[in-house]
């Protein structure tokens, strides 16, 4: 679910208004507490007191993430469902209602906006339970449930998912800088336009999950587990350049540093996170979905490397948008004939221009000797080619073709032999 600014503000906010008595409606105080920020500390702050077992570092995940389990159900499971039930019957308001799941396992739990920085929920159950705008910074969630768990626009950085089940999660635009995935099942889940930089997803199962936007700067993605419907998209680091990019002639007049020290790094760093998802999905065998971000890097780079505006718009022409790098087969494909449909339309000027034959006639002649120059087959002595326009389309033409047509085969044996 999509949360506006305003909605978020209100979200957070609620935390802060004094719990009010079931009976009278007016404000009470409970065990010291007078808000619904107050009590929710409290009583997460008791369970936590129940008793930690050993770091996940002391033993095996899979036997930590079992007993840690076995404690959230015998203890903490029904302390937590008691925070709930606690924060309803003070009123807790809940501003904008909440968007039904697709697989509900257990009843939604509203923490909404919630303060939750630095809590413990090693191995909790937390299916269906909504986070969004929460602030989980530092936040311990290793061996957690969180199968259809919703952290849209939350605050997860340096937050710990090791090894927790993240099934269906949600991660919509969240802020996971530095957060850490490791051993985590996030088989569907969603990070689009969330933040990962420096994240950590050693050994991750990211089946069928989707980055699209996600910034990755510095993300650890080389031991990801990916499968054919894992979507990476554009990164957000490639879509921010894009955008900055605007604004170059804007700065034009602020003298040359600034394009080294403005744009410069935001370009450099969208060509490592598409060389990093170029790295990963090869090394898991898709080859044509790699060969995408590949041809991102290289955009990348060529915005890096050329500061002159004239030999940035001469390498677009002639690698990126003739040739695709390489890397796009059916870009020389259409550059082969744009020439040819290009430099016959030129012969037939010519054979009009001098009543040679006519209309039809003129564009047929005129195909043929564009297609006979381009492959450069040669075909002796041709009388109404006399003059020196129709030599110059010849020649032309003639490197032209010597050029595009070895490109052409390049991409397109490439094509075949990863498919």
Not at 233 to 252: D, F, I, N, T, Y
């Amino acid at each position: 679910m999509h949360y506006r600014p305003e909605d978020l503000h209100k979200l957070r906010q609620r935390w802060q208004q004094p719990l009010l008595d079931p009976d009278s409606g007016q404000p009470v105080e409970v065990e010291g507490c007078r808000t619904f920020h107050d009590l929710l500390r409290r009583r997460l702050q008791e369970i936590e007191a129940l008793g930690q077992p050993a770091s996940p570092a002391d033993r095996s995940l899979p036997v930590w993430r079992t007993e840690r389990r076995a404690f959230w159900e015998q203890q903490g499971q029904p302390r937590f469902l008691g925070l709930l039930a606690e924060l309803t019957r003070f009123g807790l308001p809940a501003v904008t209602g909440i968007e039904a799941a697709r697989y509900e396992i257990r009843e939604p739990c509203d923490l909404r906006g919630a303060d939750l920085h630095a809590v413990a929920l090693d191995g909790a159950f937390l299916e269906n339970a909504h986070f969004e705008g929460a602030d989980l910074t530092g936040a311990r969630l290793a061996g957690a449930r969180c199968f259809e768990t919703h952290f849209e626009d939350a605050v997860c950085e340096q937050a710990s998912f090791l090894g927790a089940e993240c099934h269906f999660a949600a991660f919509h635009r969240a802020r996971c800088d530095r957060a850490l995935f490791d051993q985590a099942d996030c088989t569907m889940a969603r990070f689009d336009q969330a933040r990962l930089r420096h994240a950590s997803f050693d050994t991750t199962i990211a089946y069928a999950a989707t980055f699209d936007g996600a910034f990755l700067a510095k993300a650890a993605l080389a031991a990801m587990r990916v499968n054919h419907l894992t979507r990476f998209g554009c990164p957000g680091e490639h879509l921010e350049a894009r955008a900055r990019k605007a604004v170059r002639r804007e700065k034009r007049h602020e003298g040359d540093d600034w394009y080294i020290v403005d744009l410069f790094p935001v370009w450099l760093r969208a060509a490592e996170v598409n060389s990093q998802i170029r790295a990963l999905l090869k090394a898991h065998g898709y080859f044509l979905a790699a060969d995408e971000y590949q041809y991102l890097e290289m955009v990348c780079r060529r915005h890096v490397l050329h500061q002159n505006r004239a030999s940035e718009v001469l390498e677009w022409l002639l690698k990126d948008l003739m040739f695709g790098y390489g890397l796009k087969w059916k870009r020389p494909l259409v550059t082969v004939f744009a020439i040819i449909g290009l430099w016959g339309l030129g012969f037939a000027g010519h054979f009009r221009l001098h009543a040679l034959h006519d209309y039809g006639a003129s564009i047929g002649w005129g195909m043929y000797y564009s297609v006979i120059a381009f492959t450069t087959l040669g075909f002796g002595n041709a009388p109404d080619l006399d003059g020196l326009w129709p030599k110059v389309l010849l020649c032309s033409e003639a490197l032209l073709g010597t050029i595009l047509m070895p490109m052409f085969l390049l991409a397109y044996a490439r094509k075949i032999l990863q498919d």
